[in-house]
């Protein structure tokens, strides 16, 4: 019974983390229909900027604070880019040129060798938590996750921006017909996923090591995530995290060698029913 | 000084033009009609006109404004209202929030306002009530909490009208606003067009013949792409051209 | 008229003599197959690193001929490996080439060697278990490790401190296999078994379920992974308290001088088998180990190692067969006669043409300002085959998930 409470525990404190990988490239997604293809990319990138601060000044919450906003400055000069290219095809292939061009610059700033940020001082004595010692950063991610969709949700539903977010999701060219001046509504939300997903590489890297090639295993991660519970939904996100988290924690402790296969598995017996994941809206 | 003016105006999609040479001059408070068999091109001029789609040749004058090269929002800024052939509505926001929107594009375009984006302030109050107000006219305040996806058709178009008259519209643009209503529906849209206050120019483009000619003072024949007949609903119905490219005899329902 | 026919001919004889030399000085080409790019690519910069450094010994220069090098990304992938290959040897005419890096490029690349009967590959890095064993190819000769390798040393090493039930925790394909089947091998033999194995995809980053699952009663941990993911697994174990609640051997990659920059005093005291070392009293590996310190700031690892290794092995070779690596039949047969003492171990070819070499059990500990592995056991000259018999060995499985393997009750 506590072994069951445990692997649910890992599964749910992974899928803070997933949930904030994945709920900046699905908002993106939602309002532009370009498929970020850097987003891993910022991740890294985040992630790196705050190894960087914290080895040189050793405070963790300087270093996660200059890394998102460091991304989310990135994410707006993507985002310039990115308007200088008309239709979401030709944007998702450039940002697919945009993460290699971040993935090789990390490559030549910090070289190969795997990283991870240096933790705070706050959450280093574990927790007792059923019959264990649990790390007490992990409750912190999971805590951080749920501040993260709470804000979503609340900017969302609550608030101006997200009123014309939504607006935006349901019919983008509807909204310029009400005069609704949107590309600077998508500026936003780069800078905005910019800046969560900066963080999330920089709390992330603090307990899963990062180095070049995990640009594209956070960008699969955010894919698999975001498609499971439909491309645009914020508590899709949420709960695609989850499903994933969950399966993939048991998926490895007690089926390791087909933990993946189960993982996608799961992942086409909902498509297979909900083609456009599960809170997915039909196109 | 026209509401609306047109200097040869044309449209080319490749070697087709949806629209050539097309002059027209609106004029304040006018009602003017929209007519033509399907594929005449109106579609494309009412898209022409918002900035939906670039003209390929000729000027467009709004309010004596040349907008030739103005983006759409900026056109719905100094008044331009428009409705879709296809409904389009935000699916997942209430009929409130669709209509707070619509209140809101117009008023940020113009620099009345910012976006505010941390929370609702006391001027979203304002234009709440003001929401409340535009969904009674239109007989949705019932449904004010609804989600617009949840709406009948009849509704949607109720709502798609008071979309476009929110706020301070001076030339409303409805592309067949009673298409696949019902009787009663159709009769009720019909009555908040005549009821539109007189300043509000109208520009309509409609597929049956009594709408249009009911609500129009002037009428414009379009047939591939060019004018073929300006005049008044009693001239046009009675134009032996006009029934023959057009009415073919018939008059559809 | 009769003069001046003999006069053409003196003329044609002495240029041809005053081009000789210049036939002489026609370049060795030598390609070199690493990862440059993806997971791998601090292992690739480090190996192309390695053969640079042995050239630069020699000024480029071998039996007389200047060596022109070409480099290629196989990304780690095998299709990609035999293409980069398949380039150096017909576009860039290349006749030896120096890698691949991983495993399954290694398999891959010996699938395809029928294809170059006129180059030699030297398999600088890649360790996968039958690059030289269950059919050999005569134009793949390995101065890199067999899997296994050093790993028979390190699991009756494990025994013999009397730990008896094991964890083990790989990735998911070739190279660990025979990683942790090496271990296993021995381990078991002796009287030790297996209390759950564990195999992940390359480039897992949770491992808090594996952790969290880990039989209670076993006494130590055996870990193949590389790059990220021992990375992810010690930083997590460190964050779950679990770090001393097993003993934990490590392969060869697991706790090379990468992980030991990254992980500083969290890896203290960690024991695992490798060719390669940290520390060893030869002045060829302390000049090697300052070269690439002024290069990258940290001690040379194992890829480094390898390549330079390999590197230097294919010099004695063309020194060997005269200069000329283009007469495959007189090179690889002065392969086979090499005997080399490099930076850390003498190396000398089995009939299989995989190399024999020194096996170290190291220990992570702080040495001159760094972490560094130090050696606490040498075992020389280690044979693909350990001791067993070659004839039987290769009569067993391949290593696999399953294989070898003996569950603890």
Redesign the interface.
Known sequence: MNQILIQFTNGITYAGLLFMIASGFTLIFGVMRVINMSHGAFYILGAFIAYTIQKQTGNWLSAIIVGSVTVAATAFIVRLLVSRVKGALPQTVLTLGIAMMIGDLCLYIWGGLPRTVGEPIFTQNPVPFAGLTYPTFRFFVLGLACVVGGGMWYMLQRTQLGRILRAGTDNRSMTSALGINIDRIFTLVFIMTGFITGMSGAVGGTYIAFGPGSDFVILTYALVVVIMGGMGSIAGSALGALIVGIVDSFGRAYVHEVAIFLLMGTLIIVLAFRPQGLLGREE | MDTLSLKNVSKRFGGLYAVRDVNLDVTHGERLGLIGPNGAGKTTLFNVITGDLRETEGKIFLFGQDVTRTAVRKRVAIGLRRTYQKSSLFDSLTVGENLYLAILGPQVGRGRSHYNLSRLAKKDKQRMDRAMEVAKTVNLEKMFETRSGLLSHGERRQLEFGLAIAIEPRLVMFDEPVSGLSPEERKMVVDMLKSLPKDITLLLIEHDMHVALSISERVVVLHEGCIIRVGTPKEISGDPEVQMVYLGGTVNG | MKRYVTLFIIMLVVLSFCALPAFAQKPIRIGVLATL?????????DSVDGVKLAFEEVDYKVAGRPIKLYIEDTAATPTLAVDKCRALINRDRCSIVLGPLSGAEGLAIKKSADEWPNATIIVAASAAENVCRRGIKPNIWRTSFSGDQPMFPLGIYAYDHGFRRVITIGE?YAFPYAHVGGFLKTFIDMGGCVSEK????I????Y???I??MPKDADCIYLSLS??????FL??MD???MMGKYEIFGGATSIDA?TL??MGDVVKGIVSGSIWTGEIDSAAFRSLDKRYHDL?GRPVGLFCGLYYRAAEVAMLGIEGCGGKPEDVRAFRQALGRVKYDGAVSHIEFDEYQQAKMDVFINEVRYLRGEWRNAIVKTYKNVSQFWDFDPDEFQKQPSYS?DFPDKPCR
């Open positions: 790019t993806g997971a791998f690519a601090e292992l690739g910069q998911d564990y195999w992940v995809p480039g897992t980053s949770d808090a379920s594996i969290t699952d790059g990220s993911d021992v990375i992810s930083t997590q964050k779950f308290g990468g920059t990254t990258r998930r």
